[in-house]
């Protein structure tokens, strides 16, 4: 099976876009896992579907699935490399789109400036709506990892996420710990595992091991988790920018009941075909 994609970043979070506007794709998870083989396939963090809208308020459906094959709830970066793609395939004209996921809709908006900005949605810290295996919702909850314990927000940004805040994110155990954080009995569906440095109250550094994909250069919605952590703890102000490893983008958090924006770039690398192992 021959398929045509694209190859788009959003920070060195790198995704295969595929077009299933015109007619389904299916492909099952050994598939998906050789897409994103960076040896054997194209190589990527995640894999992005576009989709026909499934609901008449909406323009869009958009699936993600993780290198793993697994398929996800929701992903910051490629939501706003989405809007880059369906405007430069002339999929739509709008400025603004309503995009539904399997986390809940979304509404990316394609700025003047040619940055990005997405609508997250209001951010839910239910214990059951994570998942996560606690009784009652808790400012700050304690995770015992390899022997320890340590201090986590656990919230969802559509997708789970767990938050610790560190004095040197370089010198953070992202790839040892995080493993072990992402894979934790209390997350039932597991959790993206986010490593926040605060610089002062509007800027921000940032690692995340994410959930199916291992440590990425960007994680929009972990910027977004990671933000409305420290909002909460009262180290940060409204309007944060995040510095990850792939760039910066900005997040703007106004507190309990409002969204989330995050506002950064979204860039096209190349156009290609495939043969697809059956």
């Known amino acids: 099976m021959k398929l045509k994609f694209t ?53 869009f459906y958009y699936r993600i699935f993780n ?3 697994g398929e996800v709830e929701q992903c910051g970066n490629g939501a ?48 059951g709506r994570i998942p996560f295996d606690a009784p009652d919702v808790a400012p700050l909850y304690d995770l015992a990892v390899a022997g ?14 767990a938050v610790q805040i560190v004095a040197d994110v370089d010198a953070a155990p992202v790839t040892t710990e995080g493993p072990l954080i992402e894979s934790h009995p209390r997350f039932a569906q597991r959790v993206n595992a986010g490593y926040l440095q605060v610089l002062d109250r509007a800027h921000v550094r940032l690692r995340v091991y994410e959930r199916g994909a291992g440590e990425t250069l960007a994680c929009g919605t972990g910027a977004c988790a ?21 760039g910066d983008l900005v ?21 290609g075909e495939i043969e697809i192992p059956h």
Request: glycine letters at 12%.
């Open 7 to 59: 190859k788009m970043h959003g920070l060195g979070n790198d995704f295969v876009v595929l077009d299933a506007t015109a007619a389904p794709i299916t492909l099952t998870a050994a598939q998906l896992r050789f897409i994103a083989d960076r040896h054997f396939g194209i190589g990527c963090d995640q894999l992005l579907m576009v989709e026909p809208a499934r609901h008449p308020d909406t323009d």
């Open 67 to 69: 290198a793993d094959g």
């Open 80 to 127: 706003r490399c989405f809007v880059r793609y369906v405007h430069d395939r002339g999929l739509t004209q709008k400025r603004v789109i309503r995009v539904g996921t399997l986390g809940g809709v979304i509404e990316p908006r394609l700025e003047t400036d040619g940055q990005i900005t997405v609508n997250m949605g209001v951010p839910q810290f239910e214990p």
């Open 148 to 161: 320890k314990t340590i201090k986590i927000n656990v919230l969802s940004m559509g997708n789970p996420h």
């Open 226 to 246: 990671a933000v409305v952590s420290g909002i909460m703890r009262g180290l940060l102000d409204a309007r944060v920018t995040v510095a990850t490893r792939g």
């Open 251 to 271: 997040i703007v958090w106004a507190g309990a009941g409002q969204p989330v924006l995050m506002t950064g770039p979204a860039v096209t690398v190349f156009d």
